[in-house]
């Protein structure tokens, strides 16, 4: 080999070859299982809402009006017992079963509507707490695509103005559902729409639209649920949502919105707001879209749940929620908030560490209460830092600027790094694999986001994942080529390699090598700043984010321009020495960040240290693992600097 040694460099392209399987079989492994029961947790949840909606219509005083109506709700109950049983095992499965046998029994006793529905809510909620599903679009849905949609595949039977008198609607039994009763639709959710859109219903006419696109689904599920509420009402539904902060608070996200029937707004806000506000958000659901601090609102009743588990004994049901109201709660708020306090934001993840840590060492319930409340009180702090009054320019370009010039900086490093060891070596023409490392990396990163975005989704859990894997195999990688780079700092062994492998043809096995190193350590941070970018921008102040963005990348330019002319005066030898010494600062930093990053997505424990000091961009983290990753790597880079020094003498 011209660069490396052939057999470390084999050996390094082997590793990545199995790391980048690995890491693709664990993603696997741990998807797989959840998307597994994903439509039958939908099945049963869109039964239990049925029964819950439609039960009024088949019982009343405790007999039966309509016995074709209650051999349906005595059919759909169950079903959802019988399903529940084939769901994959978990630790509140039991229970979930237990309430499903309730409810069975209940219908045959032929109970109140109102039992039936309580029951029948409280089984639906407990069943997406243990057995988590998609619940809300990615964004907010197109309104005109929907009333499109409508008309094309709905209008037949539903009628134009939804009233179910269309065309097709004579001789159907039963008959299509009038989306204007308007008390039919007080009653039904958005995510029962979706659910009945994407999976039809059995024993109608009302066939599965699941062939459609899921942004379609969703437009089509806003539309129709919002043909009930008068278009009228919106003007007075806006003034409700932007005065009051506790209409706000009540709905702080999509997943809410979709998730609330307008009888539940009206229950939580009187029934004066709910039709109004009805109207309002479902025609324009980006009103909701729009606030940044909405998914800690998720963290909140996550945390909630995490701590009524942990009380009730359920210390795993404790910890997934508590480890999903980081990952699912405040992680999509965290780009904006590290833009505009990043100390608040340390805090926070610093405490929901401890939390996290408490549940899973089996803490005395006041210390988990304690850590609990902890994180509640930096919650309401980071809502007002999240207020939209608070998105000025200088934070929008503050904000852009860091994340580009923390997370470019790394990865520019070693970049320069390869180009100037080609250059000091004579090896300028295959300067084009590492530039082609660099763009590509650039690019997979942008595919990556916007497939992620659009197409298949990507949860808190799989960017800690990504970026945790990828810090831990780039900081192997430099490890190596650290050592190796430390032992041609010593004059005589420079001449020796000189004269055994400069000459020699680079193979294409050596350059391809240079490609992926540059790729991977570029691709690692490229997805992380492209999804900050996207918050921030979110925020307005695009103008200030570009300006931002435009100053980070000049000043790294200036780096990188600074860092090749300089090595050039370096002596060869020197020059290894200098960047041994910068790759193995690197090597132990991406070690410390891969940890955190798997300790972030729930895969290894935490072990707080309360006084240890917590920098981020060096990859210290007050663990004992990410400290203990990093010792490691820092006594494999020092018995390797020793070993060559010890060797150096006998070099000819």
């Known amino acids: ?124 909620g407990a069943l997406l707490a243990s057995y988590p599903v998609p619940l809300a679009p990615r964004s907010a849905p197109d309104l005109a695509r929907g009333a499109k949609l409508y008309a094309e595949n709905c209008a037949m039977c539903h009628g134009a103005t939804g009233a179910g008198n269309g065309p097709g609607a004579a001789g159907l039994d039963p008959p299509p559902i009038a989306f204007t009763d308007a008390a039919r639709a007080r009653e039904r959710s958005l995510f029962a729409l979706y659910q009945v859109i994407s999976q039809g219903l059995e024993g109608t006419s009302m066939a599965s ?147 996290r840590s408490a549940i ?109 894997f990828g810090s831990l195999f780039a900081a192997i990688i430099l490890i190596s080529v650290g050592i190796w780079m430390h032992g041609k700092s010593n004059a005589e062994a420079w001449q020796r390699y000189i004269k055994e492998k400069i000459s020699a043809a680079l193979s294409r096995r050596s350059a391809w090598f240079l490609f992926g190193l540059t790729f991977l350590v570029v691709y690692r941070e490229v997805f992380e700043t492209i999804l900050f970018y996207a918050a921030i921008w979110a925020q307005g102040n695009g103008g200030a984010m570009l300006a931002g963005a435009a100053t980070a990348a000049s000043l790294l330019g200036l780096i990188a321009w600074a860092m090749l002319r300089y090595s050039a005066r370096l002596p060869i030898t020197q020059f290894f020495a200098w960047s041994a010494a910068l790759i193995a600062v690197l090597a132990v930093v991406l070690a410390g960040k891969g940890i955190g990053g798997l300790q972030e997505a729930g895969l290894l424990g935490v072990t707080p240290l309360a006084e240890f000091p917590r920098i981020p961009m060096l990859g210290v983290y007050p663990t004992a693992q990410t400290l203990v990753a990093q010792l490691a790597a820092a006594i494999v880079l020092v018995a390797g600097f020793w070993f060559n020094r010890a060797s150096a003498p006998r070099a000819t």
Do not use: C
């Open 1 to 124: 080999m011209a660069i490396f040694s052939k057999s470390v460099s084999f050996a390094l392209m082997r590793a990545l070859g199995r790391g980048a399987l690995a890491f693709l079989l664990l993603a696997l492994v741990a998807v797989q299982p959840a998307r597994a029961s994903e439509p039958e947790v939908q099945t049963i949840w869109r039964l239990l809402d049925y029964v819950a909606v439609d039960y009024p219509g088949a019982v009343s005083g405790g007999k039966v009006v309509s016995p074709a109506e209650y051999a349906e709700m005595t059919e759909f109950a169950a079903q959802v017992e019988t399903r529940l049983k084939r769901l994959p095992q978990k630790t509140a499965k039991p229970n979930l079963v237990a309430q499903a046998a309730t409810l069975r029994q209940s219908i045959a006793a032929k109970s109140a509507p109102a039992t039936i529905e309580v029951q029948s809510r409280q089984l639906a």
């Open 209 to 355: 639209f699941e062939a459609l696109p899921d942004s379609d689904r969703w437009a089509l599920s806003f539309y129709v649920g919002s043909l009930a509420f008068p278009e009228s009402s919106q003007s007075q539904g806006r003034q409700m949502w932007e005065k009051d902060a506790r209409v706000r608070a009540a709905i702080p996200d999509l997943s809410t919105l979709v998730g609330k029937t307008p009888a539940d707004i009206a229950r939580e806000l009187g029934d004066g707001k709910a039709g109004p506000l009805t109207s309002y958000l479902r025609r324009q659901p980006e009103a909701v879209v729009a606030k940044p601090a909405g998914s800690l609102m998720l963290s909140r009743q996550r945390l909630d749940a995490s701590l009524k588990a942990y009380a009730a004994g359920d210390r795993g049901a404790a910890s997934d929620l508590a480890l999903s109201a980081y990952l699912d709660g405040f992680e999509p708020v965290e780009p904006v908030l590290a833009a505009r306090d990043p100390d608040l934001m340390a805090k926070i993840e610093m405490a929901m560490g401890n939390l």
């Open 360 to 468: 899973g060492k089996g803490r005395p319930l006041a210390e988990v209460e304690a850590a609990n409340a902890e994180v509640a009180r930096l919650f309401v702090e980071a809502e007002a830092a999240l207020a939209p009054e608070q998105a000025s320019a200088s934070s929008s370009f503050l904000g852009a600027f860091g994340v580009l010039l923390r997370e470019g900086l790394e990865a520019l490093l070693i970049v320069i790094a390869m180009m100037a060891f080609l250059r000091k070596t004579g090896r300028t023409d295959v300067m084009g694999y590492v530039h082609g490392g660099w763009v590509s990396a650039l690019a997979a990163g942008a595919a990556t986001w916007f497939v992620a975005t659009y197409f298949i989704g990507i949860s808190g859990a799989s960017r800690e994942l990504t970026e945790g």
